[in-house]
C-alpha cells in the first residue's frame, strides 16, 4: 500500500500569522497563481475565500479544467488526491494533509485487491471517496451526483462491484434495479444521524421537509422527501416551496443554504448521541490560519507515484466523460 508523500519546501517558514488573515490569502494567490477549491463541508470562512465551492463532481470538474499554476485543496485527502490524478504538473496543497475520510479508510487497498481478484468477471465501480489505490482498481469512478447515471450506462449483463459506500451503493441499486455486489464500507458522519430524533423533529416542525444525502442509512433516507448530492440539495433547497428543511448531511453545506435562501429555515439532523458527530471531524481539521500557512510554506503537498497516477486517471476520465 502507499501513500502520498509529504514535501517540506520551506520548513524554515514562520508560522506568524498575519493580522488581516483573508487579505494575506488573497495576496498569496496572486503570488502563486494559485485556485483555492473548497468542499461544502468545510468551515464558513474557508467556504468564503474559495474560488469555488461545490461537491466531489464540481470539484473534479474544477480540478480538471483549472489553469492555475497551483490547487490549493480545502477539503478531504482523496479530493487533492484526485486533483493531483487530474493535474500531475501542478502544486496540489492540502491545508492539513491528516485531513482523510473514514469512507475511503473503510476500504484498504490489499483488502480490495483480494476482494477485485474473487470477482474477476465484475466490473469495478466506485466512489470518488476513496484512495488513487482503490481508483487504480477501479473500471470506473462515480460521484453521488452521477452514481445512478453511469451504473444505468453499464452493460446490463456484466455484474458490477460498487465500492466503498455500502449506502450509496443500497440506494443506487433501489434507484437502478441493477444488483450490486457491495464493498462494507461506510462514513461516520452519514452514519451517525438518528431516525427516531428526525422523526421527532419533522412532528416539531411539521412544514419541513427532510433532505438527505444517500451516504445516509436506508431507515433515514426512507423518511426524505429528496435524496441527492450536497449540489442537488442546495439546488432543491432553493427550488423547494418549503421554508423549512431537516438536512441529513454534514451542516457545512448550511452556509451556502443560509446564502442561498435567506428566507428558509435549515435545521441539523440530530445525531444518535448528544454530541456534533454529525460534523465530519476530518474536514475540520483545515481552518482559514492552516490554508494561508499552506500557501506561505507550500506544503504540505500532494504527490503520487506516476503507475498509480496514471491508473487512477483513467478510471476518473472515464467518469467524466459518462456524465
Ligand atoms: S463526511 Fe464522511 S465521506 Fe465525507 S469526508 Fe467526512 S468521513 Fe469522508
Known sequence: MFTSTLVHRDTTGSNDLPDDLFE???????????????????DPDIQDIADYIGDSLGLSRQAANTEAEVIVFAGVHFMAETAKILNPNKLVLLPDLDAGCSLADSCPPDAFAQFKAAHPDHLVVSYINCSAAIKAMSDIICTSSNAVKIIEQL???????????????????????????????????????????????????PDAEII??????????????????????????????ASAFIVATEPGIIHQMEKEAKD?????????????????????????????????????EINLPEDIREAAWRPIARMLEMS
Not at 166 to 183: A, C, I, Q, S
Not at 277 to 293: A, D, F, I, S, V
Request: proline content about 8%; overall charge neutral.
Open 24 to 42: 494575506a490569502i488573497a495576496e498569496l494567490k496572486r503570488e502563486l497563481n494559485a485556485v483555492i477549491l473548497a468542499h461544502y463541508y468545510q
Open 155 to 205: 452493460p446490463p449483463d456484466r455484474p458490477i462491484i460498487f465500492a466503498p459506500d455500502r449506502n450509496l451503493g443500497r440506494y443506487v441499486m433501489e434507484r437502478t434495479g441493477r444488483d450490486l455486489l457491495l464493498w462494507e464500507g461506510s462514513c461516520i458522519v452519514h452514519e451517525t444521524f438518528s431516525e427516531k430524533k428526525i422523526v421527532q423533529l419533522q412532528i416539531e416542525h
Open 212 to 241: 438527505a444525502h444517500p451516504e445516509c442509512e436506508t431507515p433515514v433516507l426512507r423518511h426524505a422527501n429528496y435524496i441527492g448530492s450536497t449540489t442537488a440539495l442546495l439546488q432543491y433547497a432553493k427550488e423547494s416551496p
Open 264 to 300: 428558509k429555515q435549515f435545521i441539523p439532523a440530530p445525531s444518535t448521541s448528544n454530541c456534533a458527530c454529525n460534523e465530519c471531524p476530518h474536514m475540520r481539521l483545515n481552518t482559514l490560519e492552516k490554508l494561508y500557512l499552506c500557501m506561505k510554506n507550500r506544503t504540505p
